[in-house]
């Protein structure tokens, strides 16, 4: 019970607290300064995940998958030079969040974000990637607990859907870091220059979900019964 | 000789959260030119190999970006020609400039950052603020390197075994990699279990944690950070009289040069040049006692 | 005084029949080094872990564990978490953080100890440890010694009472070993702390223990002082043959009186003895020319980073047809790096390998792992990818189109049968170890390369391995070992070889070889050159000792 009132707050945070505070921001901040409201932003939407996560006293379990899921997509990396464009992030994030519900996939996918960069040099950009990677695992965490995510259709809606997400969300960024505004026009120009990637990030998310959403979950499930309780 | 580098982990964060904070927010042409400079003169003082390396990436970036603003947006009253019925500006090309500008000083105050703040002092600051996740992305941090070793051995195994992911065709190579991670994961989640164990058995969860750190935070911290915070509310001031205000549509406004305005210019160059004087004061000071020894 | 006691402990883990643990009744007094020993599956650990509350394992438990006169159970959870502290096998599993300082002060900062008090705390073990020198590294850098170290020393800094480990040095090399071994007995001799220990280095820890205990299927066989092992146990009990070697040769021997157990005492007891042999000479096995060279490297030299320094340099080696040859060095020295380079993982920059006289390069990878060799990894889970045993050798099969009678042929030669349905991670460090090998073996090698293999098994694995590689070896498969483990070299072996700053600086056939080596040589030798010339085994001893004795 408890559980579902943090995922309903965490709800109204992303879809009614979010886009309030950029309406604000642009309408306070009249002279355009798109660039910092927009990081800000991505940094308060972290936020409540975070402190949920805190109040909540995690066991030493729960953190362990998590950092170990994390450091996976982070030292995973490695292997894709002769794959190129294929990165195992969104993959690994969806299918922790499929198996270990929504707050514990937001928190992969945005750990997953943070400690890339702290390898590969933190930027402005990344409280963004923090912020799509952790919703990819969010929405996988809750299409997870319909038990559809067992099933191959929905696993490849999902992939498509979460390359174009992080395509769309990214180019956010891009654009506003081109241009210091965010105009449609730019967006628009943004997106179609990224089709090529967007395809890529599609078709990979698709063979790792495909490939590794079942040995995943099946692994977590046996960590969870031999171990006793993993949530 | 890195001075500003053993300053306590709160006084280099708030150094850059205000630095970079008031960078993204100022388009005056005279704070534009102050922080791009401070960002460029910290690089040369701090990373100075790779910060000539890095020239090659961030120069054609600057025209990149400060050429697309005119052809997209065409507002301004001095234009120069048309393009297919649109007028290229003059105002819209200085403005693309200074928004090349700045995004380039806050990339090289962000290099900065990567130097100065490393993990630990991040993990360090973020641990007060939250134990748990801090924690979390410290056992990520120790992770990483394990198993990218581990990989290797994954890797090498599994071709003696025929499954080389690096030749083949493309799904055979897909095949191999998403083996090779399925071994891995299988691996890192059953030595996580002792990990676990090893945090339980050293009383992990009994009480709330404290955060321990070899940091120390002395006066001359207390001094530095108390005269950050100073300098960024006053140039917040600043931002709130209009002094940071500039426009360049419809046309450009004008650069004001009254003595208040040029008290506020001088604040925030000495807001942006703090880490600079103690790189260059260390320096002195070490070639000083370095002679006198 | 008491400092824990156990009342009629049983334990059984969910969906067993039967107890892993029977009637356990013990008592230990404070300040005692405890070694609790017995071979794998015996429920030495489960009983370990009973003593740590934190980590007693699920199941059903009759019986009752006191700590200090409390029972453990109801025991406040801060004193049962500093009190009693845990060292497990793997160094780097129990590392919780990227800084050595950091993991220091983890169980401080957990019980919410302040910063000034765990400052002071932390500096304290540092020093005591010798860890100030790497203080400020990440915990990845450390060598594998130097993480169990901090392991213990960050145990340490929590001050308990009662110390308890699990096969601490089961990873670490021989040198690594010693010194760990060592600094738990400046522990137990200079602070007081009670230590029970699970260890299979018995030539070491014996003699430093105040008790020993024996487990056997569940029960305690043995408890009492480490020089009365001998009175208790069988005289074929499986426990013989991990005792430390002059234990042994006395037992074989019939000797009779105190117990020797160092290698002092073996060298005194025997010079005691009326064995008076010091002329005779057991004959060199003959070392023919078995066949033809089957693997050769000639001057290699390789390194990993243009601008580092050579892991290998003038490396020369001739291997021969159905040989067992043992490369022996020092940890770190690049053993493994050799083993890489004969497979051809790694390409050297200097020299040339040959393989049946052909070079390595003309081999294509595929016809050079279907059917010429193949090396078992130090971990063998690198190789493990499926759910069970037997799901494990039929991938390995699919891969390979082996025949379902060659795995057949295979599960019965390495004795896996009772295992086929089990998770390859639920096996022992042994099961493991065989599994992988049954694998690799399934495309029939003619040369097995092996890294380690001997690390992290009990004396009754490494003799079924040792088994199982002697068949290999009359059907014809060259086996090339690198290894840290001198005894096992010296059984076994046909031909040894120490790697030192690069290359090979001696080789020689095993006894040979031992008994020209002072230093880096068997217990069995250091006990016995000064009667015997040339014996390097505790058998070699005894043939020996017996044929001068009639």
Redesign the interface.
């Given at each position: 019970m408890q559980k579902n009132i943090r995922l309903i707050i965490s709800f109204i945070v992303i879809l009614v607290f979010i886009p309030l505070s950029l309406y604000a921001g642009i309408t306070i901040f009249a002279d355009r300064k798109y660039y910092f409201v927009s990081i800000v932003i991505m940094i308060l939407a972290c936020v409540p995940f975070f402190l949920s996560f805190e109040r909540r006293k995690p066991q030493p379990r729960e953190i362990l998958v998590i950092a170990v899921m994390s450091a996976i997509s982070v030292a995973g990396r490695a292997l894709f030079v002769v794959t190129p464009g294929f990165k195992p992030v969104a993959a690994i994030t969806a299918i922790t969040g499929f198996s270990l519900g929504a707050e514990a996939g937001f928190l992969t996918g945005a750990i997953s974000a943070l400690v890339s960069n702290m390898f590969f040099g933190q930027g402005p950009w990344t409280p963004f990637q923090m912020f799509m990677w952790g919703m990819i695992g969010f929405i996988a965490g809750l299409l997870g607990k319909t038990r559809l995510m067992h099933k191959k259709i929905p696993l490849i809606l999902f992939g498509i859907f979460a390359g174009i997400f992080f395509s769309f969300g990214m180019d956010v960024w891009g654009t506003i870091s081109m241009y210091g505004v965010f105009s449609w026009k730019a967006y628009a120009l943004a997106l179609t220059s990224a089709v090529p990637f967007m395809i890529i990030y599609c078709i990979s998310n698709v063979i790792f979900l495909l490939l590794l959403a079942k040995p995943i979950s099946?692994k977590l499930d046996?960590i969870k019964n031999?171990?006793?309780i993993l949530q | 000789m890195k001075a500003f580098e053993t300053f306590h982990p709160i006084v280099l964060f708030s150094f850059f959260v205000a630095t970079i904070g008031l960078s993204m927010i100022f388009m005056h042409p005279v704070y534009l030119t102050i922080t791009i400079f401070s960002a460029i003169s910290l690089n040369i003082a701090l990373r100075r190999q790779l910060f000539f390396k890095d020239w090659k990436l961030y120069v054609p970036l600057f025209f990149l970006m400060a050429i697309i603003n005119p052809m997209i947006s065409h507002n301004g009253q001095l234009v120069l020609l048309y393009v297919n019925g649109n007028a290229i500006t003059v105002e819209a090309i200085l403005y693309g400039i200074a928004i090349a500008t700045m995004i380039v000083a806050i990339m090289l105050w962000f290099s900065c950052y990567n130097v100065m703040m490393t993990?630990?002092k991040f993990?360090y600051l973020f641990g007060k603020v939250s134990p748990a996740l801090s924690?979390t992305l410290?056992?990520s941090?120790?992770l990483v390197?394990?198993f990218k070793h581990?990989l290797t051995?994954?890797v090498?195994?599994?071709?003696?075994?025929?499954?080389?992911f690096t030749?083949g065709s493309l799904w055979h190579r897909i095949k191999c990699t998403v083996?090779i991670l399925?071994?891995l994961i299988?691996?890192a989640l059953?030595?996580?279990i002792?990990?676990a164990?090893?945090?339980?058995?050293?009383?992990?969860?009994?009480?709330?944690?404290?955060?321990?750190?070899?940091f120390i935070f002395e006066r001359r911290d207390g001094f530095v950070l108390a005269m950050i915070i100073l300098l960024f509310f006053s140039n917040l001031v600043a931002s709130f009289i209009g002094t940071t205000t500039y426009y360049f549509y419809p046309t450009f406004g004008a650069v004001k040069w009254d003595m208040t305005s040029i008290l506020f210019y001088i604040s925030y160059v000495i807001l942006l040049s703090i880490p600079l004087v103690f790189e260059i004061w260390g320096a002195l000071k070490w070639r000083s006692l370095k002679s006198t020894m | 005084m008491a400092i824990v006691k156990i009342d009629n402990v049983s334990f059984t883990y969910p969906n067993e029949a039967i107890p892993i643990l029977k009637n356990i009744n013990l008592t230990i007094q404070q300040g005692e080094f405890i070694v609790l020993i017995g071979q794998s599956g015996c429920g030495k650990s489960t009983l370990l872990r009973h003593f740590?509350r934190?980590?007693r394992p699920?199941g059903t438990v009759t019986g009752n564990i006191f700590y200090k006169d409390y029972d453990l159970e109801k025991l406040n959870?801060?004193v049962a978490?500093?009190d009693i502290?845990?060292v497990?096998q793997?160094p780097?599993?129990?590392?919780?953080?990227?800084?050595v300082?950091?993991e220091l002060?983890?169980?401080?900062?957990?019980?919410?100890?302040?910063?000034p008090i765990?400052?002071r705390k932390?500096a304290e073990m540092a020093n005591f440890f010798g860890i100030e020198k790497w203080f400020?590294q990440?915990?990845?850098e450390l060598s594998g010694g130097q993480k169990q170290l901090l392991?213990l020393a960050?145990?340490m800094v929590?001050q308990p009472k009662l110390l308890l480990l699990d096969e601490p040095t089961s990873q670490l090399d021989p040198i690594a070993a010693l010194e760990f071994i060592q600094t738990l007995h400046r522990l137990n001799k200079e602070l007081g702390i009670t230590i029970i220990l699970i260890e299979h280095r018995l030539e070491e820890v014996l003699p430093l223990a105040d008790r020993v205990l024996i487990m056997d299927e569940g029960s305690i066989l043995f408890d009492g002082p480490p020089k009365e092992i001998l009175n208790s146990l069988p005289a074929d009990h499986a426990m013989i043959t991990a005792l430390p070697a002059a234990t042994k040769i006395f037992h074989l021997l019939n000797g009779i009186g105190p117990i020797p157990l160092t290698i002092r005492e073996g060298q005194r007891w025997l010079s005691n003895q009326p064995y008076n042999c010091s002329s005779l000479h057991t004959p060199h096995t003959t070392t023919q020319n078995k066949s033809d060279v089957v693997l050769e490297a000639k001057d290699i030299a390789f390194r990993y980073e243009k601008k580092g320094r050579d892991i290998v340099h003038h490396f020369n080696l001739q291997v021969k047809g159905q040989e067992f040859l043992t490369i022996i060095g020092g940890n770190g020295t690049g053993k493994s790096t050799v083993l890489?380079i004969l497979?051809g993982?790694q390409k050297p920059y200097h020299g040339k390998i040959f393989l049946f006289s052909k070079a390595l390069k003309s081999y294509s990878?595929?016809q050079l792992?279907?059917q010429y060799l193949?090396?078992l990894?130090?971990?063998p889970?690198?190789?493990?990818?499926q759910?069970t045993v037997l799901l494990e050798l039929n991938d390995?099969a699919q891969?390979?189109k082996v025949t379902e009678a060659k795995i057949q042929e295979t599960v019965q030669l390495f004795n896996l049968t009772h295992l086929l349905n089990r998770?390859p991670?639920?096996l022992s460090g042994g099961e493991q170890q065989k599994l992988a090998l049954a694998?690799?073996l399934l495309i029939e090698p003619k040369i097995l390369l092996l890294d380690e293999p001997t690390k992290g098994l009990d004396a009754h694995s490494k003799e079924g391995l040792a088994e199982i590689l002697k068949d290999l070896q009359t059907k014809g498969t060259t086996i090339i070992m690198v290894t840290h483990d001198i005894e096992f070299s010296a059984q076994y072996s046909d031909r040894c070889a120490l790697f030192f700053d690069g290359s090979i600086v001696s080789e020689d056939e095993p006894r040979a070889f031992y008994s020209g080596n002072n230093f880096y040589t068997t217990a069995a030798h250091r006990i016995s050159r000064d009667i015997l010339s040339n014996a390097i085994t505790c058998e070699d001893v005894v043939t020996l000792c017996k044929k001068t004795f009639v």
């Open positions: 099946e046996r031999k171990y006793g | 993990s630990d993990i924690l410290s056992i941090l120790r390197p394990r581990q051995q994954i090498q195994a599994q071709k003696v075994i025929g499954m080389d030749t083996r399925s071994i299988t691996w059953d030595n996580a002792d990990t164990d090893s945090m339980k058995a050293r009383g992990y969860g009994v009480k709330k944690r404290t955060a321990f750190s070899i | 740590k934190e980590l699920h959870a801060e978490a500093t502290g845990y497990f793997n780097d599993n129990q590392i919780v953080t990227d800084k300082w950091h002060a983890f169980g401080l900062e957990s019980l919410g100890v302040d910063s765990i400052r932390v400020h990440k915990t990845t392991n960050s145990i929590m890489s497979s993982l990878s595929k792992y279907q193949t090396i990894p130090q971990n889970k690198s190789l493990f990818v759910k390995m891969l390979h998770h991670y639920d694998k690799l």
